[in-house]
């Protein structure tokens, strides 16, 4: 992926996560003032974002090691 991709890729994520922290979390008790839902959705965006990092570096490692085989 180009980096103007993973880019707007985040970016659409994130403000669909943000709309549903917003909308969802009330229907459990919880109703998140507008800053909270953002906060929240930060830190899934930055698990997601280390989540997808771990996976491609461990998947491109493997590729590299049976490449040097």
Request: net charge positive; charged share 10%; no cysteine.
């Amino acid at each position: 992926m180009t980096a103007i991709e993973t880019s707007i890729s985040t970016a659409l994520g994130f403000a669909v996560s943000w709309a549903l922290t917003f909308h969802v979390l009330p229907l459990w008790g919880f109703a998140p003032s507008h800053g909270q839902a953002m906060q929240i959705t930060a830190v899934y965006t930055a698990a997601s974002f280390a989540r997808g990092f771990a996976v491609r570096a461990f998947f491109k490692s493997l590729y590299d090691r049976r490449k040097l085989s």
